[in-house]
């Protein structure tokens, strides 16, 4: 047995018993058994990964657009940007929102104002858990208790807005948060020499680059790819936020992609912490219950991503990687905003202050928002009623 062969079996079964707890609990909870998709052993994955997906020929012909998949919880502080961001930068055409039970708001209004722009979906639980989870079974009051229900939750929502999509016949698929956002990576030495295919100098989206590697490495894409994150902190970029472009400087305050500029270290571990993915799901054949984890939730995104190893590895090979995921940390009244017990003042404080550089490469979307819609529509869309500056809602 080679040693790359005995890293990847040791990786592979410790990331299994990592989550067999978890799984115990989802099968009493919802009545169901584990999904067959994954198994134990480690070969036996690993041909799963390479059988359940398509092959498809270059040069792709059909037009590709992108879905998305959200768990929200008391999120309305942070849907507008994020909508309004990924439906120029990816670009996002249509989206499922899961609304968590013990959300104290509902997003209806927010996903509204995008009528027009944004095919949309509001799931509850009854929607995709079937039976539904018993009440009793995630007190809000134990902690440990509440986190095994939001895994539970969070694992069928993914799996079922995935067979959603294909159902619906999409293709790219992000699994992302509110607080994350898909981002071409400057730092990768191709995507600064890949230039958008009709020559102009309009406005680069993740599709576009999709596209430009495909074409220039003429293949397809894995069905999965793993997105590095990088971590943003609480610290203010001066200046960033002041009323630009007939958007006054309330509304500009409340944009987590302008305000918050200082990142932590590219290719570290600490705090960047694990991967997030897109999925192509007109390639995957099949999907199970439940998926995986929110990290690599198919088999398939083992797939030419990293050897096997340490957790760090994951996000190591920052710079080879097209596309990445900001994800902010936003200001102490947007993070304790949400009802979660994980969210203290000293795991916030811990975090705030993280800087080891300052990246602006997200920010062109704001003017590009601009140009397209003008400076009202884009007020309209941004703004949080009921807000302070902080983006504390009432």
Request: proline residues 6%; contains cysteine.
């Amino acid at each position: 047995m080679t040693l790359a062969v005995l890293l990847y079996t040791v990786f592979t079964a410790f990331q299994f018993m990592a989550h067999t707890s978890i799984k115990e609990m989802e099968g009493k909870i919802i009545g169901t058994q584990k999904p067959s998709g994954f198994s134990a052993e480690p070969s036996t994955f690993s041909e799963h990964a390479r059988s359940n997906f398509t092959e498809q020929q270059f040069p792709v012909t059909i037009k590709q657009e992108f879905s998305g998949c959200l768990l929200v919880k008391d999120d309305n502080a942070f849907l507008p940007e994020w909508i309004a961001y990924h439906s120029i930068a990816l670009p996002l055409t249509s989206l499922i929102v899961a609304v968590d039970p013990d959300s104290l708001s509902s997003p209806r209004a927010i996903l509204e104002r995008f009528n027009g722009t944004l095919n949309w979906t509001l799931w509850h639980d009854e929607d995709y858990i079937k039976p539904p989870m018993p009440k009793k079974s995630c007190d809000i009051a134990n902690p440990q208790r509440t986190r095994e229900c939001h895994c539970t939750r969070q694992h069928r929502f993914m799996s079922s807005c995935l067979r959603e999509v294909k159902r619906a016949g999409g293709r790219w698929t992000a699994l992302v948060d509110s607080d994350e956002y898909v981002v071409i990576n400057d730092d990768n030495v191709e995507t600064k020499d890949l230039q958008v295919s009709d020559g102009s100098h309009r406005y680069s989206t993740a599709l576009d680059h999709l596209h430009l590697i495909e074409e220039a490495k003429g293949k397809a894409h894995q069905p999965c790819l793993v997105l590095p994150r990088l971590f943003f902190s609480a610290m203010e970029t001066p200046g960033a936020t002041n009323a630009t472009r007939g958007v006054p400087k309330e509304t500009m305050q409340a944009v987590s992609t302008l305000r918050f500029r200082a990142h932590a270290k590219k290719g570290c571990f600490k705090h960047n912490g694990y991967p997030k993915t897109l999925v192509d799901v007109s390639r995957i054949r099949s999907f199970p219950n439940m998926v995986r984890n929110p990290h690599r939730p198919l088999p398939e995104c083992l797939i030419g991503t990293f050897q096997p190893g340490s957790a760090a590895q994951w996000v190591a090979q920052f710079r080879v990687h097209h596309l990445v995921v900001h994800h902010y940390l936003g200001s102490w009244e947007r993070y304790s905003g949400r009802n979660d017990s994980r969210r203290s003042r000293e795991a916030f404080d811990a975090k705030a202050l993280v800087n080891k550089g300052n990246d602006d490469s997200i920010t062109s979307w704001f003017d590009e928002l601009i140009d397209r819609i003008g400076p009202k529509r884009a007020l309209d869309l941004l703004e949080v009623p009921g807000c302070t500056r902080d983006g504390l809602c009432s």
